[in-house]
């Protein structure tokens, strides 16, 4: 009988996690509760969850001692925390605080659909984006706002566009678990990527943000999920479920194609594969179903706008190199090719007016994104620093899981692939477009998850028995190092998320 309530509990979690995401909305909103909490003087909100990810711990603290699978309750109070983090942050955070490109361009997009009933009528500002993000916020803020009494203010309406960037956020938190499932990855090294994702602060920024980042970020992820599942098993109903996300994906931003790429060079392999066994014309059949769904789905508005406003596919709205933002003057070596550690002196948090070098605005983007914050500067400069210190043992991490390790091909090669094909396209996109504001952390989340899961089997490789002395010796440091950074990483985290406003 319990496994039958946790089965339907499983299948229904999407729609649980939206029904409660917007009663949680609907509450604050509602009972005005964020004016009685967010005093200038003691921000209660903070304090409240603060105390309920401390409350986590105790119960996670006292649970751990009777229960023999501590793995399994580190995974679950990781989970509880940071579903807590992304609703409560935004929940307490205004659409127009630490926003990017809202005001004359998200919130207009949203407004002419509610408004007007009808798509942008022309390209300018933000109305060239791909409009799926737009048409669920709008539907979502119109019953939302319409329960609220609110559906003629503006603002609220665009406010409750929060609500699907949340939902997705917690969302890539909850797939983790099932990606790392599907990648076989032992269970006992799942919490240093779990880790990561639930407490990396651009996930939550991204949960109170509206904009299409956090819904791209979701469908790529669960674009990836089933393209794994489809290599294992090429069946018609994971075929049509991939192409729906897929048209979806594209459709919420031109930029999920990357991922495309990825599953297109895993579904050739598998033709090959049939070919040589004499068995393509199934494969070919379920291939042709992909395309007939995924290309209309996902092209459908690019062509509209060819048509309409000659806008290319990859079209990026244009900024001129007299911009405050142009940094196209600086040298492709001081760019690319190190980490400025003199940027990191200077300052703990990236500047596009100023910065250029571009892995260290990553290191302080993936943290802060563009802003800065009103924490203990012990605290920002402890962030940076261990989160430069994860991403560099990430990246001898994956090394090591290409040329060293017996994991599945998958993990081994697709992930590490995946994880320096959109690093390349990243620095394509920054070469194409060079300034400031095309450097953020945000269009290339997926790869801290990738990080993650390089640093997962690390660890996991480090507590196997090892026969030389000098692997046995590099193991101990590895299995000390990996969890004791993750977790003051996490530590620190969270005090960031209890004190900023």
Known sequence: MKQTVLTKIKTYSPLLLAAGIILCYLLTEGLKINEILLHDTTHVINVVMGVLIVGGLIFFHFRVRKVPDKTEELIRLMLFAGLVMRIGYMLYTDA????HDIAGGHDSYILQIMQNFQLPQDNHGQFYQQPVYYIISAMVSAVVNAILGTSEDPH???NAAKIVSCFASCSVLLMVPKLCKELELNRRAEPVVLAITAFLPEFYLLAGRVGPDSLSVYLMMLALLLTIRWFKNQTFPLTIQLAVVYGLAISTKISCAVFAIFTAVLMLIKLVQAIKQKKAAPLLAKL???GCISLPLGMWYCIRNLVRFDQPFNYVYPLPITCDLYCGDHSIASRFLYFSME???????ANPWEDYNYPMYLVKCSVFGEFQYGVPEWVSYGLVLVNFA????SLFAMIYVVC???EKPMLRFGIPALWMFMYGFSINFNI??????TMDFRYIVPTAIFGGLCLSVAYNSSLE?????FASGAAKVVRCLIPSLTALFSALSVYMYCVIR
């Open 465 to 469: 028995e090892h026969k030389n002395q």
């Open 288 to 290: 042709g179903v992909f």
């Open 390 to 393: 994860l991403i560099l043992l």
């Open 156 to 158: 609220a309406l665009v």
């Open 432 to 437: 194409n477009y060079p300034f400031g504001c």
């Open 404 to 406: 060293c390790t017996k």
């Open 343 to 349: 940027n990191l002196k200077l300052r703990p948090y």
């Open 96 to 99: 127009y605080t630490r926003p």
